[in-house]
């Protein structure tokens, strides 16, 4: 029989989860905060229970309800082994290739607000270059599969999108026979990765979210997303907000002096001032100087 951990999430969340939250009150979401509620109370007396009781001996015991919240790693352990069992049944005999598809930091600021639709592109790029590639004779020659699981993640918790393929070494001939990879390798790297960037840029909803030009920085319908977050940023904060860290953050990668975001700002500022002429009032520069300035603050002290 298991014995369940020392330690789970949720004891670290009861111990400190309030003090997290109101530390990082700006930053969370109302789902993520009804996911950490959820995990505290799984399996407690908040969620309330039933009595168990053994109809050899009469020993009874309290058991009280779990929350089935889908991130909860208790309520979701037997799910995670049936799901680790199915896929070990679909393995083949062959070495398996692990094989990393990402995307750069300003499609991942984009993937903040467009997650359906990015990760949607992600997968089916990934999965149409990988078949590509290996379907050409001067590579593989044959048709081959994945399984692809999507991580939002980096190893330091950060936002980082990208997929972690499994690739059988081989696959099957349009004779039905089964052709293997060589020892140790199956596609080459940089083939493979310019297809999928070509894949991911072409594909018909990139092409609504954001366009290429010379340099290949994305820039699309960044104006709109930025508009959204700053509203949100002096409104409620349920999220999209985060954006603005997000893009700091990636852009202090290029060398992007952080003082051209204050401009920016005051760009929309007065692009807004323009759009209500007369209607624009003193209580609403006010507002809008307020805002700036804690912008600023944002811009100014977020991670490096």
Not at 165 to 178: D, S, Y
Request: charged share 20%.
């Amino acid at each position: 029989m298991q014995m369940p951990p020392a330690l789970e999430v949720a004891d670290i969340f009861r111990r400190h989860g309030e003090a997290f939250r109101a530390a990082q009150r700006e930053h969370l979401s109302q789902s993520q905060r009804r996911v950490m509620a959820a995990v505290e109370a799984c399996r407690t007396a908040v969620l309330g229970g039933h009595l168990e009781r053994c109809e050899d001996c009469g020993e009874t015991r309290i058991a009280y309800n779990s929350c089935r919240n889908r991130h909860c790693p208790k309520c979701q352990g037997l799910a995670r082994a049936q799901w680790l069992a199915d896929r070990h049944a679909e393995l083949l005999p062959v070495p398996y290739f692990h094989v990393v598809f990402t995307v750069p930091a300003p499609i991942a600021a984009i993937a903040l607000q467009n997650k359906a639709v990015v990760y949607d592109i992600l997968f089916k790029a990934a999965a149409e270059a990988v078949r590509t590639i290996a379907a050409d004779r001067k590579h593989l020659g044959a048709e081959t599969g994945m399984i692809a699981i999507l991580h939002t993640w980096g190893q330091t918790l950060t936002h980082h999108p990208h997929l972690h393929c499994i690739v059988p070494g081989g696959g099957l001939a349009p004779n039905g026979r089964w052709v293997a990879c060589r020892p140790g390798f199956f596609l080459p790297v940089h083939v493979l990765s310019r297809l999928y960037r070509r894949l991911f840029l072409e594909h018909p909803e990139a092409q609504a979210l954001f366009r290429s030009e010379g340099s290949d920085l994305v820039k699309g319908s960044m104006l709109a997303l930025a508009i959204e977050a700053i509203l949100d940023f002096a409104g409620d904060r349920t999220g999209h907000f985060r954006m603005i860290e997000c893009e700091v953050q990636s852009h202090d990668a290029y060398g992007t002096p952080r003082k051209l975001f204050g401009e920016f700002f005051g760009v929309i500022k007065d692009t807004m001032r323009e759009l209500l002429g007369t209607d624009w009032s003193p209580e609403i520069e006010g507002a809008w100087q307020s805002l700036l300035t804690e912008l600023d603050q944002v811009v100014a002290h977020s991670e490096a």
